[in-house]
Nanobody, 117 residues
Framework: QVQLVESGGGLVQPGGSLRLSCTAS????????MDWYRQTPGKQRELVAR???????YYADIVKGRFVISRDNAKSTVYLQMNSLKPEDTAVYYC???????????WGQGTQVIVSS
């Protein structure tokens, strides 16, 4: 069973940066999408950034211009570079990999990001 292992979360001051990483423990074939979502208590999980197999990207308006998603297919890893962090970016961040046209989905365990002075 392939697992996604996330790292890079933590406590950072407003205006700071963090880089999240998500690596698959094994090979995943036919990947078509790699995403980062986030969730705060009492709210639904929301899409933050997405990168498709053709490397086109999508960003939620609230992070556009501050976050950058990238992928390393050789390492089965997706990254989220987060800059100019704000307190409202505080959340648990989850990575997701979709494969086989959406019939197979993998989720990370979540990594906490806290933006506070």
């Amino acid at each position: 069973q392939v697992q996604l292992v996330e790292s890079g979360g933590g406590l950072v001051q407003p205006g700071g940066s963090l880089r999240l990483s998500c690596t698959a423990s094994g090979s995943i074939l036919s990947i078509y999408v790699m995403d980062w979502y986030r969730q705060t208590p009492g709210k639904q999980r929301e899409l933050v950034a997405r990168i498709l197999s053709g490397r086109s990207t999508y960003y939620a308006d609230i992070v556009k211009g501050r976050f950058v998603i990238s992928r390393d297919n050789a390492k089965s890893t997706v990254y989220l570079q987060m800059n100019s962090l704000k307190p409202e970016d505080t959340a648990v961040y989850y990575c997701h990999i979709g494969a086989n046209g959406g019939s197979t989905n993998y989720w990370g365990q979540g990594t906490q990001v806290i933006v506070s002075s």
